[in-house]
């Protein structure tokens, strides 16, 4: 337990459930003035829910804040800036039309004689940027004229200013940073911490969590696994404590997978040469095989979704070239993708996968109808042979087809997202974390499922959060890190060395 005397911040046991889900069970962090604390966890860790249950957005159901030993009891975001708790997102919400100064000061400008006092205004926009992050711009030009760095520290600045902050909360402030904007990021919460500013640094990034952190806070699941001192810990063992997996044991699924392997076509269906986004992810080699099974392994944040959503035309890569079945891709865009033989099931299920006010078959042929155009309907024999038959094949467990999808459970969703992919009858199968937030034995049908549709011929991509469920369900192993391919494995590995992979060292 945390010394109430030697911490800035404190918060003890706190809880938070929503309808269905306990977000935070029991889950104590502390920090102190002059610290650095980076916050880590992989997607519903409860990162989010702590914050904001810190910053007033939401009430705890149970447990304490203590700031500089006081409890405490933030109503608002609003409210916890009073308190000197301020907080950065990783999407910057100013505005790119106004002034740097505007922004500094919106709704605490300067007024001389009934109109705001722009000479002043501007001077205090500077010396605030000037005594807090020792930078030096014009700001009476437009934010939106600066870098994305220019505009986190205006961000910065701006929280700063409006509270005097002792605590700054930055969430993901280098998601959209290169290199030298991030070390220029880096350079201002040293600053800021030399100053006496507590910050809690939320990130995805290993090496900027060892560059930069004091100490380091783990969650996993909602609860806490503990706080290390960033010198005492190694980042194999970080990690491991982020996604809290033991190695995988010889069971029925390998038994499956090495039988299905003997499919695989020598021919790749999918070749991608130096294929690469900027600022999503960098040039990268790939190719998919009939029959085949990749796993797409890496950290939340390394880039596992941008390569998906490049392969699937969702957005245009800048560099490289992708060729399916032997011709050049120039039409990029997710029909042509369907159209070429590709279907991607989404990582968010909820916003990108099902569509809540639809039925079970309006949902499972909205791909085969975008595919054969709007002219072209589905007769409603056609749409109920189509629901049956993928509601029998995938063991959906739902009343009719006509029951509403919002209705049904996650797992159940998730099925009718694959069902529908798989009416369009693809050649290759992209699937984006398939069995987050699913039960154990939906879990294990999907896993077989994927094998069996690459037994009978499909490419498949899998992608998944959990080492265990990549390495059980793939045939090879790509590794990803920081939004770059970094290995590639054939054949049987081993979960220690992908973890060593992910965390920096060699293949």
């Known amino acids: 337990m945390a010394d109430p005397d030697q911490s800035l911040l404190v918060m003890e046991g706190i809880r938070k459930a929503f309808p269905g889900v306990q977000a935070l069970d029991d889950v104590s962090l502390d920090l102190r003035s002059g610290e650095i604390l980076c916050l880590v966890g992989e997607n519903g860790a409860g990162k989010s829910t702590l914050m904001k249950v810190l910053t007033g957005v939401d009430q705890p159901d149970a447990g304490r804040i203590l700031l500089n030993g006081k409890e405490i009891h933030a109503k608002s975001p609003q409210h916890a800036q009073t308190l000197g708790i301020s907080t950065v997102y990783q999407e910057?919400?100013?505005?790119?039309?106004?002034?740097?100064a505007e922004n500094i000061l919106l709704g605490r400008?300067?007024?001389k004689l009934g109109r705001v006092d722009w000479a002043r205004m501007n001077a205090l926009a500077d010396q605030t940027l000037q005594?807090?992050?020792?930078?030096?711009i014009d700001v009476a030009r437009s934010l939106g004229s600066y870098s994305v760095a220019i505009q986190q520290m205006v961000a910065i600045a701006r929280a700063l200013y409006i509270t005097s902050a002792k605590i700054l909360i930055l969430d993901e402030p280098t998601s959209s940073l290169d290199a030298k904007e991030t070390e220029q990021l880096f350079k201002v919460m040293t600053k800021l911490k030399n100053e006496g500013v507590g910050i809690i640094f939320i990130t995805h990034f290993?090496?900027?969590?060892?560059?930069?952190?004091?100490?380091?806070?783990?969650?996993?699941?909602?609860?806490?696994?503990?706080?290390f001192g960033t010198a005492s810990i190694s980042r194999v063992d970080l990690i491991s404590k982020m996604i809290g997996r033991a190695l995988a044991e010889f069971d029925e699924m390998?038994?499956?997978?090495?039988?299905?392997?003997?499919h695989i076509k020598s021919e790749a269906f999918l070749q991608a040469r130096q294929l690469g986004l900027t600022g999503a992810v960098q040039p990268f080699d790939l190719d998919l095989h009939a029959g085949e099974v990749v796993g797409l392994a890496g950290?939340?944040?390394?880039?596992r979704t941008e390569t998906a959503g490049i392969l699937f035309g969702v957005e245009k890569p800048d560099t490289g070239t992708l060729r399916i079945n032997g011709k050049e891709v120039h039409d990029y865009s997710p029909l042509n993708s369907i159209k070429r033989g590709l279907a991607l099931c989404p990582e968010d299920r909820k916003a990108a996968g099902i569509v809540d006010d639809l039925t079970v078959r309006e949902n499972i042929i909205l791909a085969i109808q975008a595919n054969k155009g709007w002219f072209k309907y589905l007769s409603l024999q056609e749409q109920y042979e189509l629901a049956d038959a993928y509601i029998n094949l995938l063991s959906i467990a739902t009343p009719s087809p006509d029951q509403p999808v919002k209705n049904l459970s996650g797992g159940n969703q998730q099925k009718v997202i694959l069902a529908r992919w798989l009416a369009t009858n693809p050649r290759v199968l992209i699937l984006d974390e398939p069995t987050r937030g699913i039960d154990v034995g939906t879990?294990?049908?999907i896993q077989k499922l994927v094998l069996s549709l690459a037994e009978e011929g499909r490419a498949c991509m899998f992608i998944s959060s959990e080492l265990e469920e990549v390495l059980r369900t793939s045939h090879r192993v790509v590794v990803l890190r920081e939004r770059e391919k970094v290995a590639e494995f054939a054949g049987e590995v081993d979960e220690k060395t992908i973890i060593h992979v992910i965390a920096g060292g060699e293949a």
């Not at 390998?254 to 003997?262: D, F, V």
Request: net charge positive; aromatic share 4%.
């Open 206 to 227: 290993i090496s900027q969590v060892f560059e930069i952190s004091d100490r380091i806070t783990v969650l996993r699941n909602g609860r806490l696994v503990g706080t």
């Open 131 to 136: 005594r807090f992050l020792g930078i030096d």
């Open 109 to 111: 400008e300067p007024h």
């Open 92 to 100: 910057i919400n100013l505005c790119p039309n106004l002034s740097v």
């Open 299 to 303: 950290l939340l944040g390394s880039g």
């Open 443 to 445: 879990k294990a049908e």
């Open 254 to 262: 390998t038994r499956i997978k090495l039988e299905s392997g003997q």
